[in-house]
């Protein structure tokens, strides 16, 4: 069926070393994709987002790539801090669930100090 | 408000009672959702409410739960009976169009 997924469930990085968190997603019709972040106790925090018609898009300190070709959508965040450790998830929307967001089973993120 | 309110933020009940869920979305926002996030793992969707559209309820896992939106505003989950395997986070996110915001959800724990 049609699924959203996170390459792997965990991640460890070194302060101050950039992270790059993989997402593949199989809806080729899939138009919209968001990544969120989950810290403990909180709901998803929007982080950046990305339409079909672009490959790259930035934010601060975040960068997102989608290839459409192979299905596949990447966050990275430069000079990776404390504070960026969470669960990251990314998210589709789009074709027939044109209003509904599906996620995947997310990525718990570490930042060694 | 400025964000989406959910309350209780945290509810132990025992099975088989019925539980209340509320959301308050953001003000002006016409989209709500509901979803269920169980421990480690990604959101499931439950229910859509859009402007006074019927709602997709196409998530909701069993006839045991419902959910409402009253005057386009605060909605209520309703769980009746709950059974252990309910127990999760169950989170509310509203949206005008493609922005959406997730409140911080309630701790459901059934006992």
């Known amino acids: 069926g049609e699924s959203v997924g996170l390459h792997l469930p965990t991640l460890s990085v070194q302060e101050g070393d950039n992270s790059i968190i993989n997402c593949a997603y199989s809806n080729s019709a899939s138009d919209y994709f968001i990544w969120y972040k989950q810290e403990s106790g909180k709901g998803p925090q929007f982080i950046i987002d990305?339409?079909?018609?672009?490959d790259k898009r930035q934010g601060q300190r975040v960068t997102v790539l989608l290839n459409k070709t192979v299905k596949h959508l990447s966050l990275q965040i430069a000079a990776t801090q404390p504070g960026d450790s969470a669960v990251y998830f990314c998210?589709?929307?789009?074709?027939?669930?044109?209003?509904?967001?599906?996620f995947g089973a997310g990525t718990t993120v570490t930042v060694r100090a | 408000g400025a964000g989406v309110s959910q309350s209780p933020s945290n509810k132990v009940t025992e099975k088989g009672k019925d539980v209340e869920l509320r959301c308050d979305p953001i003000s002006g926002h016409t989209a709500l959702y509901w979803y269920r996030q169980s421990l480690g793992q990604g959101l499931e969707f439950l229910i859509y409410f859009q402007g006074n559209s019927a709602p997709d309820k196409s998530g909701l896992p069993s006839d045991r739960f419902s959910a409402e939106r009253t005057g386009g505003s605060v909605s209520t989950l309703t769980i009746q009976r709950t059974q252990q395997e309910d127990s999760a986070v169950y989170l509310c996110?509203?949206?005008?169009?493609?922005?959406?915001?997730f409140g911080s959800g309630t701790r459901l724990t059934v006992v």
């Open positions: 998210a589709e929307i789009g074709g027939s669930n044109d209003y509904k967001l599906s």
């Open positions: 990305i339409r079909s018609n672009m």
């Open positions: 996110a509203s949206s005008l169009h493609y922005g959406y915001t």
